[in-house]
């Protein structure tokens, strides 16, 4: 179903698929890094949203992230996205920050028992194999599908189960 159709009195989309740009900044250094740009504005609490102006723009930053770490998430249109790139470069150089992918973001969420649906969490792999066990609720009797091969893994154990190793 497409977004248009989700539209109700209160709520409208817009906006050009491929316009704007989503920017992770996560890490230890994470806060002193922006903070450096936002030159003195507070920065949301965790687990916020809270909108910005950067280089006369509007900017959204959320204070989520896959990693573990503290973070942020900064979204803007694109040649505001390439200021924003710049400017944290900038800023992070003498505090060591590097750029990195999907690849590292992925080996972070991993140590910190962050599942990734899709890789951790499909049709295939269900919450108590994913070690996500605590947050399946059985004692309600509610009908869903799926309930019978949850209530066998919980009583029995599964065959198969995600773990972390400690070092």
Known sequence: MS????????VRFSGNPGSAVGIALQGPQASAILSKILQGASLPPRNHI????????NVL??????????GYEIFS???T??????ALLEAGK????????LGSRDSLRLEAGLPLNGQDLSPEISPIEAGLGMFV???????FPGRPVLEKQKKSGS???CIGLIG
């Open 50 to 57: 809270a909108k910005f102006t950067l280089f006369g723009a």
């Open 77 to 79: 249109d694109i040649p």
């Open 94 to 101: 003498p505090l060591g920050l590097l750029p990195c992918g």
């Open 3 to 10: 977004l248009k159709k989700q539209e109700t009195a209160d």
């Open 159 to 161: 065959p198969r189960v």
């Open 137 to 143: 609720d059985l004692n309600r009797p509610r009908v």
């Open 61 to 70: 930053i959320a204070t989520t992230g896959y990693t573990g770490e503290n």
């Open 81 to 86: 996205g390439l200021k924003i790139w710049a």
